[in-house]
């Protein structure tokens, strides 16, 4: 314990939930129990989920909490061989309390990060429903089971607009103040938020109004980068956050923030060191080219130039204002904190898969910011989180750490 119990917790902005297997069977009519998500068993023994017609198993990097680096390994993982924290809330906040964690947002696993799973459905009106089971799943069993340790992370139909601004509403309502959205969402078969015809002005306009944060993790585009056909895994692991720095970029110069000044975005696991560069960069080519790129000159067969006042854009500010940056282990990027700015940095632990620093989440955060003074210390292990999401944690366990 330090000698400032305020600086012993940190929020989590990037955790993870492997859906317990009853889920969905739990949450719609009987009738429909055989075509939601459900798990089986095989002879075995290894669980699979069935959806669509289609089987999906659980890798094992999704759960190794409880293992040595040793014993990663990519091969399909049963429930029965996973620590429980990964799939029950209640014994989450066990180890969530032997690791300094107060609260933690967590995204859904089987899903995939944005809900891509319910989009593909050859039945996208069942996949609302299931779609819409997993959110009151979320908000009133998986984050009510401990109130002020939780917060709701919601997923939207990604495929219809009107739709994805009802649930966000009726979300709302519920206590959600996030939701997840894909990094980029050309990959997936949607259009951009560059796309002329507005299709996500009415998220992002519902989102503006009520103040939901734009959660995007690495992956959620449904890619991995790769350097070369040929390159290494490791390599191309290595290279990912080119994902969430793409995300980045692109929402600085798409205008969003520009024709809804409430729209704040949170990006999860690309960590933070890049930051600097990137926006340097981005404020160099807007210095440079902005001129020629305002004439609606056509460059490579693509427009260069919609949906933003490049005359008033300021990167920084922009930055500042709208942009969140989420880091688990990133000496760099807190060495450039006076660069990012103490105001848009957030921890995560990644819980339960391969990056995560459980059990030693809150000693290798204060490893990296122990130097910086308690005020900023404070916003980046819990403060900045309270404030983006608008959550009141709960007190933390006296005994916890004890």
């Known amino acids: 314990m330090s000698s400032n119990p305020s600086l012993d917790w940190l929020i989590s902005v990037d ?33 699979y989920w069935i959806y669509d017609g289609k089987r999906y198993p659980t890798s094992g990097l999704s759960a190794v909490v409880g293992k040595s680096k040793e014993e990663f390994s990519p091969e399909p993982l049963p429930y029965s061989e996973m620590r429980p924290g990964c799939y029950d809330s209640k014994a989450r906040i066990e180890d969530m309390n032997e690791a300094g964690i107060l609260a933690s947002l967590c995204f859904p696993t089987v899903t995939r990060f944005c809900g891509q799973l319910f989009m593909e459905a050859s039945d996208r009106d069942f996949g609302l429903v299931c779609l819409r089971a997993y959110n009151d799943w979320l908000i009133e069993e998986w984050c009510g089971a401990a109130p002020g340790r939780y917060i709701p992370l919601v997923l939207i139909p990604l495929w219809d607009p009107k739709l994805a601004v009802a649930e966000l509403e009726r979300c709302a309502g519920k206590g959600a103040t996030t939701f997840a959205f894909s990094e980029n969402p050309a990959p997936i078969g949607l259009p951009t938020i560059h796309d002329a015809g507005g299709y996500w002005d009415p998220v992002m306009a519902a989102a503006n109004d009520l103040e939901m944060v734009v959660s995007m993790h690495v992956g959620s585009s449904s890619t991995v980068p790769q350097i070369a056909p040929d390159a290494p895994f490791l390599a191309n692991l290595a290279w990912g956050a080119t994902r969430t720095s793409g995300a980045m970029l692109s929402w600085l110069f798409s205008g969003m923030f520009q024709r809804f000044p409430q729209l704040r975005i949170a990006l999860s696991e690309g960590e933070i060191g890049w930051m600097p560069y990137f926006l340097e960069r981005a404020e160099q ?57 103490e105001n848009n940095i957030m921890c995560e632990t990644d819980y339960p898969h391969s990056d995560s620093t459980w059990p ?41 750490k004890a």
């Open 285 to 341: 080519v807007l210095d440079k080219q902005r001129h020629w790129v305002k004439k609606g000159v056509q460059f490579n067969d693509h427009a260069v130039s919609r949906n933003v006042d490049l005359d008033s854009l300021d990167i920084r500010a922009t930055f500042r204002d709208h942009i969140f940056g989420c880091f688990i282990e990133d000496g760099h990027g807190i060495g450039s904190i006076a660069e990012i700015g």
């Open 15 to 47: 955790d993870h939930i492997l859906e317990p297997p009853t889920l969905w069977i739990d949450r719609v009519s009987r009738a429909d129990r055989d075509r939601a998500p459900h798990m089986e068993t095989d002879e075995s023994g290894m669980d």
């Open 360 to 400: 030693n989440c809150i000693e290798v955060v204060k490893k990296h910011i122990g130097h910086l003074p308690p005020e900023t210390q404070y916003k980046i292990l819990r403060g900045n989180a309270e404030r983006l999401y608008r959550f009141t944690p709960a007190e933390p366990p006296v005994l916890a």
